[in-house]
T-cell receptor, first 111, second 110 residues
Framework: NAGVTQTPKFQVLKTGQSMTLQCAQD?????MYWYRQDPGMGLRLIYY???????DKGEVPNGYNVSRLNKREFSLRLESAAPSQTSVYFC??????????FGSGTRLTVV | EDQVTQSPEALRLQEGESSSLNCSYT??????LFWYRQDPGKGPEFLFT???AGEEKEKERLKATLTKKESFLHITAPKPEDSATYLC???????????FGGGTRLMVKP
């Protein structure tokens, strides 16, 4: 009953470094999402994948890339981290546009 | 563009003092309105989905209602363990994503 699992839980990067945030779900959902949460800004969509093999930009895609590796896994990559990308990142999955389930988040600090 | 506004931003209640949280929305064809609870350091936890005006759902001390322009989360006789941030979100008929409001931080004091 893991639901949505995100790794790592915490990460500190130096400006210009790259990293990949991993997300996996075990609910057989078709759709997966990456959100970022900043104080006073709420949750904002970065990228989503409506089904295996497809990805689309959300509200704030600049500086990020994604890969839908298979039905279970959806990764988020920062190629050259910037301080503005300091945030809490949440992965979510859903089926049919309902029943969105979120992971516990990755807290990223870019110094 | 879908928009969600929540008020108030923060709410302090005494234990047992009932109140309501507001979520106003504009959406290009509502597919669903969602309420989530978020505890510090954790991901959003699903509470309710409402699909059409007039619909109501209840869970313990929480009751969510929906009109064509807004949703209310009523909290009856709250307890300190109800302290959390409550998030409202909408999904439109394209059904590709959730658009969130900024949240209401609820603090219930014993």
């Amino acid at each position: 009953n893991a639901g949505v699992t995100q790794t790592p839980k915490f990460q500190v990067l130096k400006t210009g470094q790259s990293m990949t945030l991993q997300c996996a779900q075990d609910m057989n959902h078709n759709s997966m999402y990456w959100y970022r949460q900043d104080p006073g800004m709420g949750l904002r969509l970065i990228y989503y994948s409506a089904s295996e093999g497809t990805t689309d930009k959300g509200e704030v895609p600049n500086g990020y890339n994604v890969s839908r590796l298979n039905k279970r896994e959806f990764s988020l990559r920062l190629e050259s981290a910037a301080p503005s990308q300091t945030s809490v990142y949440f992965c979510a999955s859903s089926e049919g546009g309902v029943g969105y389930t979120f992971g516990s988040g990755t807290r990223l600090t870019v110094v | 563009e879908d928009q969600v506004t929540q008020s108030p931003e923060a709410l302090r209640l005494q234990e047992g003092e009932s109140s309501s949280l507001n979520c106003s929305y504009t959406v290009s064809g509502l597919r669903g309105l969602f309420w989530y609870r978020q505890d510090p350091g954790k991901g959003p936890e699903f509470l309710f989905t409402l699909y059409s005006a007039g619909e109501e759902k209840e869970k313990e001390r929480l009751k969510a209602t929906l009109t064509k322009k807004e949703s209310f989360l009523h909290i009856t006789a709250p307890k300190p363990e109800d302290s959390a941030t409550y998030l409202c979100a909408v999904s439109n008929n394209a059904g590709n994503m959730l658009t969130f409001g900024g949240g209401t931080r609820l603090m219930v004091k014993p």
